[in-house]
C-alpha cells in the first residue's frame, strides 16, 4: 500500500523568507500524481501545486516549486517570499493512475509566518 | 458556480441519530469520494467511486452508508451517529489524471 509521511509536524518562516516543508512517499508504482493541498482554517482544500511522476521537470507555480527526487521518493515543497496569507496547514498527496483511485495524505505540516 | 458542493456546512446532532450529507459536482468528473478529517487533521479515504459504482470502501462502520444516484451526486448516510463521529467530512471529485476538488466540508459535531 502507499503510504505519504510529511515529518514536520510544524514549521515557521519569517516574511519575505524562504521555507521548504518535506514530503516522503512509499509505492510500487511507476505511474503516479503527487500534489500539496493547502487549507487556511476556512478548512477548505486548495490546491498549490501537481507533479506528474514521469515528468522529470519539477513544478512551479508562481512563489511555489518542487523539489521532486523520483529515485528517493521524495516531494517537497518550496515557499520563496514567504506571506502572511501563506500561514496554513499543508498536505502532500499521492494519487495512482487508475480510476477511481484515491488521494492518499501524508498528516500534513501546519506552516506559520511570522512578521 | 461552485465546482464542488456539500451540505450541509454544519450539523449539529445527538447520539443515537440519523444524518445525510449531501455533495453534488458540476465538473463533469467521473470520480467522486468521501473523506474524514479527525481532529488531529489527518484525511481518510472512505469511499471512492467512478461512474456510480463503488471502487473504495475503507475500513468504515456499516453505519455510514454512500450513495450515488448519478456521476454527479454521492451523499453521505450515518445510522445511529457516536460520539467518534464528529469530524470535518469532504466530498471530492476528481478525473484521472487531474487532482481533487474538494467541497467545503461539513462539520459534524455529535453531542
Known amino acids: 500500500a502507499q503510504t505519504v509521511t510529511q515529518s514536520q509536524p510544524e514549521m515557521s518562516v519569517q516574511e519575505a523568507e524562504t521555507v521548504t516543508l518535506s514530503c516522503t512517499y512509499d509505492?510500487?508504482?511507476?505511474?503516479?500524481?503527487l500534489f500539496w493541498y493547502k487549507q487556511p482554517p476556512s478548512r477548505q482544500m486548495i490546491l498549490v501545486i501537481r507533479q506528474e511522476a514521469y515528468k522529470q521537470q519539477n513544478a512551479t507555480e508562481n512563489r511555489f516549486s518542487v523539489n521532486f527526487q523520483k529515485a528517493a521518493k521524495s516531494f517537497s515543497l518550496k515557499i520563496s517570499d514567504s506571506q502572511l496569507g501563506d500561514a496554513a496547514m499543508y498536505f502532500c498527496?499521492?494519487?495512482?493512475?487508475?480510476?477511481?483511485?484515491?488521494?492518499?495524505f501524508g498528516k500534513g505540516t501546519t506552516l506559520s509566518v511570522s512578521s | 458556480d461552485t465546482a464542488v458542493s456539500q451540505t450541509p456546512k454544519y450539523l449539529v446532532t445527538q447520539m443515537g441519530n440519523d444524518k445525510s450529507i449531501k455533495c453534488e459536482q458540476n465538473l463533469g468528473h467521473d470520480t467522486m469520494y468521501w473523506y474524514k478529517q479527525d481532529s488531529k487533521k489527518f484525511l481518510k479515504i472512505m469511499f471512492s467511486?467512478?461512474?456510480?459504482?463503488?471502487?473504495i470502501n475503507e475500513t468504515v462502520p456499516n453505519r455510514f452508508s454512500p450513495k450515488s444516484p448519478d456521476k454527479a451526486h454521492l451523499n453521505l448516510h450515518i445510522n445511529s451517529l457516536e460520539l467518534g463521529d464528529s469530524a470535518v467530512y469532504f466530498c471530492?471529485?476528481?478525473?484521472?489524471?487531474?487532482?481533487?476538488?474538494f467541497g467545503q466540508g461539513t462539520r459534524l459535531t455529535v453531542v
Open positions: 471530492a471529485s476528481s478525473q484521472v489524471p487531474t487532482e481533487a476538488f
Open positions: 467511486y467512478n461512474n456510480k459504482e463503488l471502487i
Open positions: 509505492t510500487s508504482e511507476s505511474d503516479y500524481y
Open positions: 498527496a499521492y494519487r495512482g493512475n487508475q480510476a477511481g483511485t484515491a488521494l492518499i
